[in-house]
């Protein structure tokens, strides 16, 4: 058979046959994405295979294999449990205040996890800020923080926005009717929930709690202050003794978990995609009754906990350093600038980029389809360190001229978070009715023209919600950041690690409090685009 007639069965679906240019331009973006990630393959090939085997297989692999796993699980199970529900109380019912909480209740995704880290082992550490506190009353001992549950924890009040947000989206674009038709039927709330909310929901659930296992198993500052050994921190003490096979190893290996990871995702949300109906989607919220305001606990504990701990943290480091002061670690307004710079531009190339990923995956059943949107995937889970020094690697080896660049450094970003905004887009596109599309079609449009007057300003909210995760995890990414940055760019997270770094902890405290000033505005702007939102 010629190469002509396999390319053309391969875009044949069916009956039906793939669009051409969407497949190719979806095709070149993931392997773009892809691409950096050769080189894991080139170093670990070229490992003699007795020492290969004995290094995957020693004790000491096997304890990072089953801490990541069981880190990874926790916190996709914990922030299911806290965002789920955040995201109807905030989006279905009338909480009060529900458009504060629906902020607040998002504010944690900009604190960088290992500020979190930080200030959790130093409020609930063996000799902490919380020890003093209950010192006085005869409670000698608190909770060990260290280890395995006090990485579960950090982590997940970090990363259960992720769930909430894309659940939150789903909920605003759901037809209530349905609900009402439910309970018509003699089903009670929890049963409507079950058998007509969660099947709709359940792609956003799944996509944001892809998202927030990523982010576990790839997260390095928060194992490592919280003493956990785990892939991505092993990786890094490789890295630093010059133990380039075993982290390579390490670093496939963790590939391998990811890719489990994503086909088991695939499996949860396969045959389970509906369609939404934006024109019959209605307003009605569900009345808390006498649990109206006891139900404000939720969103207010977890807020306090993950907002107001590092805040605490940050104004005694702030009035308790004893360090003199150090002029040259001054925070500078050029930082705040440099940050929202490249994150803003991150942030626009991973919407562009998503886009054509999205829409192929949501419109086709074609296997090429979920491979493009798995390939995505990929960067996301890869520790920054290593997408980091594998960048360094062909930069400096093939591309001389673009290395300790902008565009390098905004490359990065974007093969790191571009799922953020897959994601996202994707279940808007699923919300979308197929006969609008098909109404418009029939009006004479061509694919594109349909898309641009009919899906995209019905998917707009989706999109610019998955620029923004990707414009404040940009903001505090950190080992992208240091490595790849061209010399002399200082930002916010760099001004961050100094001062971690030198022990000046009271130069943390600026650029801490602006990031969550941005990430309240951002989030701000996002709701204003949500649909069936009605103000404060």
């Known amino acids: 058979m010629s190469w ?30 892809v691409f950096p990630l050769a080189w894991l393959v080139i170093e670990a090939v070229t490992v003699e295979r007795s020492r290969a085997m004995e290094l995957l297989f020693s004790s000491g692999t096997v304890e990072v294999l089953l801490n990541s796993l069981l880190l990874m699980a926790g916190v996709t199970v914990f922030s299911i449990l806290l965002g789920v529900p955040l995201a109807y109380l905030t989006a279905r019912t009338d909480l009060p205040f ?32 919380f020890h003093d506190v209950l010192a006085p009353l005869g409670i000698d001992r608190v909770p060990e923080i260290y280890g395995l549950p006090g990485t579960i924890l950090v982590i997940t009040l970090y990363t259960y926005p992720y769930v909430y947000l ?16 439910a309970r018509t039927l003699n ?41 956990l050994p785990v892939f991505t921190r092993q990786i890094y003490v490789e890295y630093n003794a010059f133990g380039r096979d075993y982290a390579a190893l390490l670093s496939l290996q963790l590939l391998a978990v990811v890719l489990v990871v994503l086909a088991l995702e695939w499996l949860v949300r396969s045959n389970r995609d509906a369609h939404g109906d934006d024109a019959g989607s209605t307003n009605r919220l569900v009345n808390l009754g006498r649990w109206r305001w006891p139900a404000t606990l939720l969103p207010a504990s977890v807020s306090a906990v993950a907002l107001l701990v590092p805040i605490w943290i940050l104004l005694l480091w702030l009035l308790r350093s004893e360090a003199g002061r150090r002029p040259s670690m001054a925070f ?40 493009f949107e798995r390939a995505t995937y990929v960067g996301f889970a890869v520790p920054g360190i290593v997408l980091a020094l594998a960048l360094v690697y062909f930069g400096s080896g093939y591309l001389p001229w673009i290395y300790q660049t902008l565009p390098l450094l905004v490359f990065a970003y974007v093969v790191r978070f571009l799922p953020q905004v897959v994601g996202s887009t994707r279940t808007a596109i699923l919300g979308v009715d197929p006969k609008l599309v098909e109404a418009g079609r029939t009006l004479g449009e061509s694919s594109m023209g349909a898309f641009r ?25 950190l080992p992208v950041t240091l490595i790849l940055r061209p010399s002399g760019f200082e930002t916010i997270v760099t001004q961050i690690w100094r001062a971690q770094e030198t022990a000046l902890y009271q130069y943390a405290v600026v650029p801490t409090l602006i990031l969550l000033v941005i990430s309240g505005l951002s989030m701000v702007v996002i709701l204003t685009q949500e649909g069936g939102e009605e103000g404060l």
């Open 166 to 181: 894309t659940t939150r989206a789903a909920l605003l674009s759901f037809d209530t009717t349905l609900i009402e038709a």
């Open 4 to 33: 002509t007639r396999r390319i053309r069965d391969i875009l044949t679906d069916g009956d039906d046959r793939l669009p051409l240019g969407l497949t190719l331009l979806s095709a070149a973006i993931a392997g773009t994405v």
């Open 98 to 129: 529900r458009r504060f909480w629906s902020v607040v209740a998002a504010l944690p995704l900009v604190v960088p996890s290992y500020v979190g880290a930080f200030a959790f082992v130093s409020a609930f550490g063996p000799r902490g800020e």
């Open 187 to 227: 089903h009670g709330r929890l049963e409507a929930f079950r058998r007509v909310t969660l099947p709709v929901i359940r792609p956003a659930i799944a996509a944001g709690s892809l998202l927030a296992a990523l982010y576990a198993v790839s997260d390095f500052g928060t194992p490592s202050i919280m003493r």
């Open 453 to 477: 007057r009919v899906t995209f300003p019905l998917t707009r909210s989706g999109i610019v919600a998955g620029a923004a995760l990707v414009f404040l995890t940009t903001m505090k990414e």
């Open 332 to 371: 500078e307004p050029i930082q705040v600038i440099n940050s929202v710079s490249v994150a803003a531009a991150a942030a626009v190339v991973a919407a562009l980029a998503a886009i054509p990923i999205a829409y192929f995956a949501a419109t086709s059943d074609s296997p090429l389809a979920t491979l």
